[in-house]
């Protein structure tokens, strides 16, 4: 009945690092909290607004417990248990349970952001090897029409024609093995290879 009332808290009032509240808390400090019974300073002390204030009330929260999630030394955000019995407080086997609950989800988020990443990186190399394959494509080319020229061209008489030929496979060539010393490069910078040279260059360098 009231999941209406989380929608516009999640929607409306979603926590961030400079926001008042109990959530935020924790994501600052990485450390569960507990209200085993939340009070009218506890609303004052955490709403951002009259509105926020009057949905938190409209929860009717009676007792509240707040766990980070956490994986491989960072922190992914928090679950939030909020129990509107009366007759009942969170204690300290409720935090032990949720941090338990909370490790699992963890691992799960964690895995899930991995395989993300992980798709992400197969996608951007598929299109860099697009990327490549097409610029190879040209000087490849050119290369090949170059030679084809060379073999069915006579060569007497056709020495200029030849150095012609001969300058634009050694500019076909270059660019060739830019590409690959730039692919060399990119497969060192993500293996965590890559040396720099570090040197003092005058500025006017730049503009030369």
Request: aromatic content about 6%.
């Amino acid at each position: 009945a009231k999941t209406h009332l989380a929608e516009e808290l999640r929607r409306d009032f979603a926590p961030y690092f400079g926001s008042r509240g109990v959530p935020t808390r924790v994501l600052r400090t990485g450390q569960p909290l507990l209200i085993p019974v939340v009070t009218d300073e506890h609303y004052a002390s955490t709403s951002r607004s009259p509105r926020h204030e009057a949905l938190l009330r409209g929860l009717g929260s009676h007792s509240y417990l707040c766990v980070p999630l956490s994986a491989r030394g960072r922190f992914l955000g928090a679950v939030t248990l909020v129990h509107s019995d009366e007759g009942y407080e969170y204690d300290q086997d409720d935090v032990a349970f949720a941090q338990q609950l909370c490790a699992c989800a963890s691992l799960a988020v964690d895995n899930a952001l991995l395989y993300r990443q992980a798709q992400r990186a197969i996608q951007l190399r598929d299109e860099l090897m697009g990327i490549v394959s097409h610029d190879l494509r040209n000087p490849i080319g050119v290369l090949q029409m170059a030679l084809t020229l060379m073999q069915s061209s006579d060569r007497e008489g056709q020495t200029r024609s030849f150095d012609s030929l001969f300058a634009k496979m050694d500019r076909a060539l270059k660019r060739m093995t830019k590409l690959i010393s730039d692919l060399l490069d990119l497969s060192s910078i993500e293996g965590g290879h890559l040396r720099l040279s570090v040197r003092d260059v005058m500025s006017d360098e730049f503009f030369q």
